[in-house]
């Protein structure tokens, strides 16, 4: 990806809704997340293929001499990162939600870690038949299974890596928080107002290292998710408000300086005002899509949103390489349309492939393995008196 940041945020599941409130109790999947995520996801690959500079040499034209039209609405698609942290900040507190540790570490790690693998297998596959794209070694590929590459100033294997260790850095603070218990409303708050303060007063000292683990750039937008989370659990108040308010407050702040830079990286004007809006509209959507009701859509409606959403994840990591090279391959031999709806429909296919044929039948395999080892040696840390009988470890 190439934006004002590249494009891309684990996409993480829409979790089954658990009881909200002390009175309110929808339940079901939250299956407008999952047509949200999709749309974000639709988002980033647009903008990939159509508004990018990196595009540019496959096309053999600039993007917005390419697609003019659509060049105009796509050029703001890097704005869907922002939407994917937030959705991230609302959907993993929900996942975390009454979990412990060892739950909260296996559900993360069966649920990004399946898909993440097939995409580099896949990947590196792709780079021994086509010369352009990304090109790793042996050892940067293997070092990309660990998905903190960046730690190690290694190039990720398809563009999209490099938010992936933004979203590892958020479960990080997840899992502290969590390993003081469980996710009071007090904690929520605290977390949500806390870690943005403390990334934008690293980032203004020049706490070069503090800045770089605290992100302070995405910290807001996940804030402004786990607000929503509170919301959607424990109902509007004033506080909460007023600190959604100031959560917002620091993204269209984060948003006007992007845009810049957006534009800078593009070649082509990005209007602040439209961003702004855009990332506002984002906010309603994510509030929009959570509130708690009755509701429930139609069963062919719920079906297919579900299905979307579980494709997400892969196509957003497949779909830059992938599409990248059929563009490449597709753009003197055929018109640019086709050529587009190709790249699109290759990388979706690639993503049923791996939802269905890795995903799926390991996942939940993946995580339970997960889960259990890490019981096992908390039991056998407390059984040295090395952890304390109440820690949340198991809860």
Not at 134 to 139: C, G, P, W
Not at 157 to 174: A, G, I, M, S
Not at 193 to 206: K, S
Not at 352 to 365: D, F, K, L, S
Request: hydrophobic share 50%.
């Amino acid at each position: 990806m190439t934006s004002h940041h590249s494009t891309s945020a684990t996409l993480p599941e829409a979790p089954s809704a658990p009881a909200v409130g002390k009175d309110r109790k929808p339940s079901g999947r939250l299956v407008g997340i999952d047509g949200l995520r999709f749309a974000a996801a639709a988002a980033v690959l647009l903008y990939h293929f159509t508004a990018t500079s990196t595009v540019t040499g496959y096309w053999g034209v600039d993007p917005v001499d390419a697609f003019p039209l659509l060049n105009e609405v796509t050029r703001y698609g890097w704005l869907a990162v922002e939407l994917f942290f937030m959705i991230s900040g609302f959907v993993i507190l929900l996942s975390a939600d009454g979990r412990g540790v060892a739950g909260f570490v296996a559900s993360r790690v069966g649920r990004l870690f399946p898909a993440y693998w097939a995409c580099i297998v896949l990947t590196a596959g792709l780079q021994q038949v086509w010369s352009g794209g990304r090109r790793t070694s042996l050892t940067e590929t293997l070092v990309n299974l660990t998905m903190v590459q960046d730690l190690f100033q290694v190039t990720g294997v398809q563009v999209v890596f490099w938010t992936l260790l933004v979203e590892l850095k958020f479960y990080l603070l997840v899992f502290v928080v969590l390993a003081f218990g469980r996710l009071t409303r007090n904690r929520v708050l605290a977390f949500a107002t806390l870690w943005p303060l403390a990334g934008w007063a690293a980032q203004e000292l020049g706490a070069q290292w503090l800045t770089d683990w605290l992100v302070p750039n995405y910290a807001p937008y996940f804030a402004v998710g786990m607000l929503l989370f509170l919301v959607y659990r424990d109902g509007w108040d004033l506080v909460s408000g007023l600190l959604l308010v100031g959560g917002i407050t620091l993204c269209v702040m984060r948003v006007l300086d992007a845009a810049g830079r957006a534009s800078d990286l593009q070649g082509v004007p990005v209007s602040p005002v439209i961003a702004v809006m855009l990332m506002l509209a984002s906010v309603a959507a994510v509030w929009a899509t959570t509130l708690p009701g009755p509701t429930v859509p139609p069963r062919r409606v719920a079906a297919v949103l579900g299905t979307v959403g579980a494709l997400t994840y892969p196509i957003y990591l497949v779909h830059t390489q992938f599409g990248y090279a059929v563009i490449d391959l597709l753009a003197h031999e055929t018109t640019r349309t086709v050529a587009l709806f190709a790249a699109g429909g290759i990388s979706l296919a690639l993503a049923a492939v791996i939802h269905y044929g890795v995903e799926r039948p390991t996942a939940t395999r993946l995580r339970r393995a997960v889960q259990a080892g890490l019981l096992r040696g908390s039991d056998a840390l407390r059984s040295r008196g090395l952890l304390p009988t109440t820690d949340h470890i198991r809860t």
